[in-house]
């Protein structure tokens, strides 16, 4: 199998306390992961691990095959995109927001325009391109969040539970879309968020940490009836 991301033996800390531990974990290209847990178990200390804002304290991370540390930094961070609970938009028109990234990369202005605008109209937010980043709603600005991300073409996109602070009907409505975007794109993801209900409307597989701790990965349905011990049940019974 054509494994994207490999993690062996990976430990990270943070003030000389160790925030991770995962054993080992394989993401094939093209899958959609996500990753469960309750407040404050390291599930955003992967996200920026994988995105080498953290270094480990020992084991390794491999992205095509190539371990982090050997990556040139810039180029790296190229091949990423990393969206937030806040969307981190800049004082300017969606259309411009959107595009921004293309335009720190060089690309031309037609190209970063039309790959803007096809974003935008698959994020349903093309209707207010021209409209300030201030004066959008918490789901219209998410939205712009991800189409500015998915419009870097990125091969590996890092969703930190950028859907927590939406109303429900607002975030049911921007998960199915985004379930339905990465069903049909097949892009690398990794998304974070405590809600196993979620994890199982986004992703194909599902990685569960507790304690700092990679517990156990499977399906929705494996993880829901067969916890890999009494952490993982513990944490099942809290969300249902």
């Known amino acids: 199998m054509n494994f994207f991301i490999e993690i062996k033996e990976l430990q990270i800390k943070r003030k000389e306390r160790v925030a991770l531990e995962v054993d080992a974990l394989t993401i094939p290209r093209g899958e959609t992961l996500t990753v469960v847990g309750p407040n404050g178990a390291g ?4 996200l920026l691990a994988l995105a080498n804002l953290i270094r480990p304290a020992r084991g390794e991370i491999r992205v095509n095959g190539i371990p982090l540390g050997e990556w040139n930094d810039l180029e790296y961070r190229r091949r990423l995109a990393f969206v ?3 969307p981190l938009l800049m004082d300017m028109t969606v ?3 959107v595009s921004l990234g293309l335009k720190f990369r060089g690309v031309g202005r037609g190209e970063a325009r039309e790959r803007a605008h096809a974003w935008m109209k698959r994020l349903g937010v093309d209707s207010l391109s021209k409209r300030r980043a201030g004066q959008l709603s918490g789901g219209e600005a998410q939205r712009v969040g991800l189409a500015r991300a998915f419009a870097l073409n990125p091969e590996l996109i890092l969703l930190d539970e950028p859907f927590a602070a939406l109303d429900p009907p607002t975030r049911a409505g921007l998960l199915s879309d985004l379930s339905g975007l990465l069903a049909e794109d097949h892009r690398t993801t990794v998304f974070v968020t405590h ?4 994890a199982a409307q986004v992703g194909q597989r599902v990685a569960v940490i507790v304690g700092g701790k990679l517990k156990q990965v499977g399906t929705p349905r494996q993880v829901k009836l ?4 009494l952490d ?5 019974k809290e969300m249902y």
């Open 195 to 198: 809600n196993l209900s979620e």
């Open 226 to 229: 067969h916890p890999a011990d």
């Open 95 to 97: 259309e411009e927001n």
């Open 84 to 86: 937030f609970q806040s």
């Open 43 to 46: 599930k955003s200390t992967l």
């Open 232 to 236: 993982v049940a513990a944490f099942l």
